[in-house]
């Protein structure tokens, strides 16, 4: 065996098991795990660090126009790069159709600039803004057979949202197509109706960003998904899950044996709402929908991150500059209405959890690996290609220095936004040599992968969607009087 790579005496960590052993890579796949493997062309001596499944993240927005029509400041390039010095090696954003754009012509622009621009491998969900017919019967089951296997949908911005019709015919297409639903939850009139209130009385600071996105626009929105969703008998996914109350009508659901799934991102575990109330304007840089709660929710999505109720834990990355392109008001616009949501977490979503979770001893090893990778891989239909340490496996590994201490400041990222929530943190923990597909892209601070080297990975059926087909309801009405049966289905 003449392995292109052997790395020696790390600590392996999956989302089963720790254990000491040499890995040999051969043509971008793990080759062997075993102890005292022969030496490879490169030989890495892992001794002292912990190797782990590269992340993946598949909830981060790269190149696209926003909902409310804004363009992210990071393109498939500089999203990719930074990505990659956190540690994380698969990344899927959206492909984002906004009204009146045909699907087909959609996922064909974004696929072209990912591909000239990746360094590490990547998939697309689709947003999904105008299920019109053509849509729903020709493009959706196309874009699924080509590996695109999710799609995104909202319930709030008014350029985005569908209504409660229109979520179920896109439930029933999924279902039927084999594909999941994520869903983000807010419901639209009650954020528009606190915000003209607030904006009649010139409350117009970003604070107040966070008092129209109530947290009970988050949980009225969450608890219809999951009723929609349980009309049709499909799995859903709730994404950016802010609020204690969020979190638990998705822990009653799941207790209820209903087939729903989440996530949670940095900003709801590490900021609150009085980070977003500063002087000025300072606050948009905390302006991210649904909004960081308060303390009581910070401690219900950490939580739910260990207990199960919530599987992933993505970034949510939503690049805007602290400028006129993002973040601050343009033209005449004034108020908390007019600044880009959301905030950017790509390179720090990994650090920070493996600090704050892992070395601070709330959240196992193992439990991080499977929310920070091995969860999204069998979430995605991706496993297990990516998301373990495994013979057969792709070489995607990040070699983690567990004693670093780095203080995290935008300086030292590589994305293209210009400031960071973070700003100050100290942590400790990074990942220093990072791989895709058996390819050193990241060591000691240097990047190595070239541009377009990053591939486009064809997803299959997302598991919960497999599992439902099993387990699902044969009373509900979509299996008892449409005569749905998934099972002929591929
Ligand atoms: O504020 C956020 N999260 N902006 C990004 C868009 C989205 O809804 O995920
Ligand atoms: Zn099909
Ligand atoms: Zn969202
Ligand atoms: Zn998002």
Known sequence: SNFDVTIRNGRICTANETYYADIGIKDGVIAAIA????????????????????????????????????????????????????????????????????????????????????????????????????AIEKHLPAVIKDGITSFKIYMTYDRMKLDDY?????????????ALVMVHAENNDMIRWIARRLVERGLTAPKYH???????????????????????????LIVHVAGQEAVRVIHSSQALGL?????????????????????????????????????????????????????????????????????????????????????????????????????????????????????HARTYGMYPQKGTIAVGSDADLAIWNPEKAVTISTKMLHDNVGYTPYEGKQITGWPEQVFSRGRLVVTDGKLQAERGS?????????????????????NSVMRKYFSVDPSEKH
């Open 166 to 178: 229109q979520v179920l015919d896109v439930l029933e297409c999924a279902s039927k197509e084999g």
């Open 259 to 375: 087939p729903i799934h989440a996530e949670s991102c940095p900003q709801y575990l590490f900021l609150t709402a009085k980070d977003i109330d500063l002087p000025g304007l300072e606050g948009a840089k905390f302006c991210c929908s649904p909004p960081p709660g308060d303390e009581a929710s910070q401690e219900a999505v950490w939580q739910g991150l260990i207990n199960g109720t919530l599987q992933m834990f993505s970034s949510d990355h939503a690049p805007y500059r602290f400028d006129e392109s993002g973040k601050l008001p343009k033209g005449d616009a004034t108020t908390f209405k007019d600044m880009a949501n959301g905030v950017p977490g790509l390179e720090v979503r990994m650090p920070l959890l493996f600090s704050e979770g892992v070395l601070k001893g709330r959240m196992t090893i193992e439990r991080f690996v499977a929310v920070t990778a091995t969860n």
């Open 454 to 474: 990053g591939k486009f990975i064809k997803r299959s059926t997302p598991e919960p969607v497999l599992r439902q087909r099993l387990t699902g309801n044969p």
């Open 35 to 134: 102890k005292s493997l022969p030496a490879g062309k490169q030989d890495i001596d892992a001794a002292g660090r912990w190797v782990l499944p590269g992340g993946i993240d598949s909830h981060c927005h790269v190149e696209q126009l926003s909902g409310m029509g804004m363009m992210c400041a990071d393109d498939f390039y500089s999203a990719t790069v930074s990505a990659a010095f956190g540690g994380t090696t698969t990344i899927v954003p959206f492909a984002a159709q906004h009204r009146g754009n045909q699907i087909p012509e959609v996922v064909a622009d974004y696929a072209k600039r990912a591909a000239e621009k990746a360094v590490i491998d990547y998939g697309f969900h689709l947003i999904l803004a105008d299920p019109t017919a053509e």
């Open 210 to 236: 966070a008092v129209a996105h109530t947290s009970i626009a988050e949980s009225e929105a969450t608890n219809r998904a999951v009723a929609l969703a349980t009309l049709v008998d499909v799995p859903i």
